[in-house]
């Protein structure tokens, strides 16, 4: 059993808008707004658009704002890829989405506090651009904040620009091996506006680069399925890697060994299991069996 070809895999691109303070979205590894206050999910789309309309904080585009949340929380899937752009139409960076929506929220809020503080989010591991100032020109009334792209091919032209090359998540080691005794806290819970599960960006990225030490051609390999996203997606570096036992589960020191090395799209089944209440390591060989 194997993948389609990469071409007709389903990869949706998505922009996503910032007012301010972009790096708060790089560092924090997510994308929040707060265009207005609903959950939307449960909601259809209609539905979602009369709830925006309600609650929006920025009238009169409510409507709008409604539709966007609701395709975040929907539509937009783990392994998505996404960049993120401010009002002067500056791609800050690009990434691929790693945790699908939620609903965060926030104690007495006020508007103030919501359009300073983003309650609805998704997880993406962003990589920095460099050079994406004035990149490309929208019309200046344009309000949408978050947008998915895939079909707009002029668009998909420039954004794409951005990560044509080999791009890694992690620092180079140098040396033999990574060494395996480092270790990381991961999983404690820390209160902000919210509770939100703690994770060690360089856990992740030892993990994988010592998964890249140990292959034979230096390519990072699903453990599952076996396929090479570098040599699929000409040099993309998209492979995730994923915990073998979620970070929900409470706080621990995490190892290399801990993660597992999963494209997307295995990733995302493994993780489909897990929320039917099927066991982590029990997901993760039931979806590597299916490809031995």
């Known amino acids: 059993m194997k993948h389609p070809p990469s071409k007709t895999i389903g990869r949706k691109h998505w922009l996503a808008k910032v007012w301010t303070n972009p790096e708060a979205h790089i560092e924090k590894e997510e994308y929040c707004f707060s265009p207005a206050d609903f959950d939307p999910r449960g909601l259809t789309l209609t539905e979602a658009?009369?709830?925006?309309?309600?609650?929006?904080?920025?009238?009169?585009?409510?409507?709008?704002?409604?539709?966007?949340?609701?395709?975040?929380?929907?539509?937009?899937?783990?392994?998505?890829?996404?960049?993120?752009e401010s009002e002067n139409r500056h791609v800050h960076a690009w990434g691929t989405i790693t945790s699908t929506y939620q609903l965060l929220g926030v104690k007495n809020p006020t508007r103030e506090k919501l359009l300073k503080t983003g309650i609805h989010q998704i997880g993406v591991e962003w990589r920095p651009v460099s050079k994406g100032r004035n990149a490309f020109r929208i019309d200046k009334g344009d309000k949408l904040l978050f947008r998915e792209i895939t079909e707009q091919?002029?668009?998909?032209?420039?954004?794409?620009?951005?990560?044509?090359?080999?791009?890694?998540?992690?620092?180079k080691q140098s040396g033999?091996?990574?060494?395996?005794?480092?270790?990381?806290?991961?999983?404690s819970k820390v209160l902000r506006t919210h509770l939100r599960t703690?994770?060690?960006?360089?856990?992740?990225?030892?993990?994988?680069?010592?998964?890249?030490?140990r292959s034979q051609n230096g390519k990072l390999t699903c453990e599952a399925c076996a396929c090479v996203p570098e040599d699929?997606?000409?040099?993309?570096?998209?492979?995730?890697?994923?915990?073998?036992?979620?970070?929900?589960?409470?706080?621990?020191?995490?190892?290399?060994?801990?993660?597992?090395?999963?494209?997307?799209?295995?990733?995302?089944?493994?993780?489909?299991?897990?929320?039917?209440?099927?066991?982590?390591?029990?997901?993760?060989?039931?979806?590597?069996?299916?490809?031995?």
């Open 49 to 84: 658009r009369k709830a925006g309309k309600a609650t929006t904080l920025l009238p009169p585009y409510g409507s709008i704002y409604g539709a966007q949340i609701w395709r975040m929380a929907h539509e937009a899937e783990i392994g998505d890829v996404i960049f993120l």
């Open 153 to 171: 091919e002029s668009l998909q032209v420039i954004l794409k620009s951005f990560i044509d090359g080999p791009l890694t998540s992690g620092k």
């Open 176 to 187: 033999d091996d990574a060494p395996q005794d480092l270790e990381y806290t991961e999983g």
């Open 198 to 213: 703690e994770r060690d960006g360089n856990a992740v990225k030892l993990a994988k680069a010592l998964a890249r030490k």
């Open 232 to 292: 699929d997606y000409h040099g993309l570096d998209l492979i995730e890697a994923h915990h073998r036992m979620p970070l929900a589960r409470g706080a621990r020191e995490t190892k290399p060994e801990d993660f597992a090395i999963l494209c997307p799209c295995c990733h995302r089944a493994v993780h489909k299991l897990i929320n039917e209440e099927v066991e982590p390591m029990t997901a993760l060989k039931r979806i590597t069996k299916l490809f031995t």
